[in-house]
């Protein structure tokens, strides 16, 4: 039997050779009439989408990025939901050499111009249903359009497909060249924009191998966005290398429609974070009596105890809490494979995966902590042969701090403690950024659109304790002189941060205030206004 670390060897050699070719290690190698994913849609009604039939999709979809002059390296984005034509655009993007920007379908016009402009994106492609974001923007980049009319100038992706032939050769670019870039959420600046290299292809099959325990027999299904790390590291990218089916649901979330995929396609292997389980032990639908869940798997925000437990009751099996970041993967885990499966301890989030090693360091030395200390989450590099993180694209300053001077630490910013028996414990971001129902939330972006409405002055942004998605966006406001705040203005403030930066990042709450909390340096303290709201949010009413 292939021991872990063995096995993390071998994914590593595959993944980080000099002449990795993307497309075939994700596609090609794998059986032409296997199915790569099952597309569900909203009435249930599926099809089949065959490692064949995807490997002619994205040769020809490649052949069209060569005709646009995108040449290996280049960026190419993609504003689409879960669908076969996205799988075959971003596998078209990686057969070409290019790099893929994925975009979050919530995402309003300027989020989404920030990233097209930072990564240098040659083109764009977008669902038709998004295709208004881009009507206001004035890059350079070049659009297709998918699943219906675009605009003048537009390409068309199924005219592409039908255009060009298959048989573009694949591109082997080797396992240090960029595969993604995918941009953080930002606390005091503007997204950072992670280089993803292929190499790291080993470390997201390790998770599906470790983390799912998946095997070959197992019905998958990761419901997360591919817009964000846990979908498309997870949900697309992994199971493509593993060549293994996946399911992806074209539909927004509900609990109802949840239940009805998970029984109809006996999935076995379920992930979802913590908010969608939340979401079905509220809800009132009857639990289908057919399920066959062998694995439940969690990951995006810290999971309540008490939802594992009613997992255990309701569904057969405990839900087990995974952590990691953009810039890692999963790296601490509690792992379903019984090579490393352990029992849970509430509220932990687990050991260091295999081809990982973490440890708590002391909050102010690079020193590692006493047993149960809190302290900062951080993984020793000496010891991680699946660390692939290296850089944010031209933020030479921002990567510094990420690392311990001496070279040893790769620094999460989360803080924690470790037990007497190595399990992990999560206590909080040391940053300002908000976790809610799975998707990290930078608190500069909301507070940078709130300061564009003519009726702010100031404007200061926090996550507060939610029971359903773990945290939500509040914002602290100081109006400009002779403007009074009311509802109608909460409304409007809240209906201007949809539009102007994400659908999902609104604050749930707008606080009138006269001035914000500041440090000497007129820094805003955050963590001042955290405390005051969770002071009053715990204060008994009347």
């Not at 909080?428 to 909301?446: C, H, N």
Request: proline share 8%; with cysteine; charged share 25%.
């Amino acid at each position: 039997m292939t021991t872990p670390d063995v096995r993390v060897r071998e994914l590593l050699a595959e993944a980080g050779r000099h002449d990795t070719c993307v497309a075939d290690l994700l596609c090609d190698r794998h059986p032409a009439d296997s199915v790569a994913f099952t597309i569900v849609e909203p009435d249930l009604s599926s099809y089949d989408l065959t490692y064949g039939e995807l490997r002619d999709r994205s040769e020809r979809f490649a052949a069209a990025l060569a005709d646009l002059g995108v040449e290996p390296g280049d960026r190419v984005a993609t504003l689409m939901g879960k669908s076969a034509d996205l799988v075959a655009a971003i596998l078209g993007i990686w057969r070409r050499g290019a790099v893929h920007v994925p975009l979050f379908t919530a995402f309003a016009p300027s989020a989404i111009d920030l990233r097209l402009t930072a990564s240098a994106a040659k083109v764009v492609v977008v669902d038709a249903a998004q295709r208004p974001k881009l009507d206001e923007l004035t890059g350079s980049w070049r659009v297709v359009t998918a699943g219906g009319p675009g605009r003048d100038g537009d390409l068309n992706f199924a005219t592409l497909l039908t255009t060009y032939q298959p048989g573009a050769a694949a591109v082997a670019v080797g396992g240090d060249a960029p595969l993604i870039r995918l941009f953080t959420s930002g606390t005091t600046g503007e997204p950072k924009g992670v280089v993803i290299p292929v190499r790291a292809i080993a470390a997201f099959r390790a998770y599906l191998e470790f983390g799912f325990d998946l095997r070959a027999d197992d019905v998958l299904w990761n419901a997360a966005d591919p817009g964000w790390a846990y979908g498309l590291y997870y949900a697309v990218t992994g199971p493509l290398a593993a060549g293994h089916r996946g399911i992806l649901l074209h539909a927004p979330f509900s609990a109802e429609l949840t239940w009805k995929v998970l029984s109809k396609f006996r999935v076995t292997n379920f992930a979802a974070a913590p908010t969608v389980y939340r979401a079905l032990r509220n809800d009132p639908t009857p639990v289908p009596q057919d399920l066959v869940l062998r694995c439940c798997s969690s990951a995006g925000e810290p999971l309540n105890p008490d939802v594992v437990a009613w997992a255990e009751r309701t569904l057969g099996v405990p839900v087990r809490d995974h952590y990691g970041q953009t810039e890692l993967g999963m790296a601490i885990i509690n792992g379903h494979h019984p090579a490393i499966r352990r029992s849970l301890k509430p509220g932990s989030m687990g050991h260091p995966m295999p081809g990982w090693w973490a440890e708590v360091l002391d909050p102010e030395r690079d020193e590692i902590a006493p047993p149960g200390t809190r302290g900062r989450v951080a993984i020793d590099l000496t010891r991680s042969p699946l660390m692939w993180f290296s850089e944010y694209a031209d933020a030479p300053e921002k990567t510094k701090e990420r690392f311990s001077p001496d070279g040893r630490w790769y620094l999460t910013g989360d803080a924690g403690l470790k037990d007497e028996e190595g399990y992990f414990f999560f206590s909080s971001r040391d940053d300002d950024v908000i976790i809610m129902a799975g998707y990290r939330i930078g608190p500069f972006e909301v507070e940078s659109v709130l300061m564009e409405h003519p009726a702010v002055a100031e404007a200061a942004v926090v996550g507060v304790p939610d029971e359903l998605r773990g945290e939500v966006v509040e914002a602290f406001v100081v109006l400009q002189p002779g403007v009074t705040g009311d509802e109608l203005l909460v409304t409007e403030l809240q209906q201007h941060v949809k539009r102007r930066y994400a659908a999902h990042a609104y604050p749930r709450a707008v606080h009138f205030v006269p001035e914000l909390p500041k440090t000497p340096s007129g820094k805003i303290q955050r963590f001042v206004l955290r405390q005051r709201r969770s002071e009053e949010l715990a204060a008994p009413t009347a």
